[in-house]
């Protein structure tokens, strides 16, 4: 009668070209993963700041009034564009949510290492829709002021929201 003594599991060899496999596997998986996970933040941030606007002027002609979509910091409008967005019926001070104005909707702070900016303080419209008096773009940078999946959001004189379709967009620091 023969007795083999079989061995069951990995040797040390083994486990370490194993190891080995996966680190560089991961090395070279990050940088793209990270990649990935900005253009679709940017895609997704994007698309909530577009809905956001276009809710701000539905609610202006539903409500007959004017409706202000901004950054809110102590109920005053504020210049911050990534705490995120806040669509209030502005009857009171402008840029100001007052004692008889109401909160409709606010989205969640945006990623703290994009940058959005926005030319105005706030974006207001008349109870008609019209954006009061000026065109804006509002921008999102996701990571850097140069980021590649930078997008921007068009607001003009007609209250109508767009995207760019430029695709150089750049956010001002």
């Known amino acids: 009668m023969t007795n083999f003594n079989l061995v069951k599991g990995f040797g040390l060899i083994e486990v370490i070209v194993v190891t080995l496999i996966v680190m560089l596997m991961s090395l070279i998986a990050i940088p793209s993963f990270s990649s990935l996970t900005e253009q679709i933040r940017a895609r997704s941030n994007i698309q909530v700041i577009q809905q956001t606007i276009q809710l701000g002027r539905n609610m202006a002609i539903s409500y007959g009034s004017r409706v202000t979509v901004c950054p809110l910091i102590k109920n005053l409008c504020a210049s911050d564009w990534s705490i995120g967005l806040s669509v209030f019926i502005d009857r009171g001070q402008k840029n100001q949510l007052d004692g008889s104005d109401s909160l409709l909707q606010q989205t969640a702070p945006f990623h703290e290492s994009d940058f959005i900016n926005y030319n105005r303080p706030a974006i207001r419209f008349q109870p008609d829709g019209l954006a009061s008096g000026t065109n804006g773009t509002l921008t999102y940078c996701p990571g850097k002021f140069d980021s590649k999946y930078s997008k921007a ?21």
């Not at 068009?154 to 620091?173: E, H, L, T």
């Open 153 to 173: 959001v068009i607001v003009n004189q007609a209250g109508r929201v767009r995207m760019s379709k430029k695709k150089n967009i750049k956010c001002k620091p």
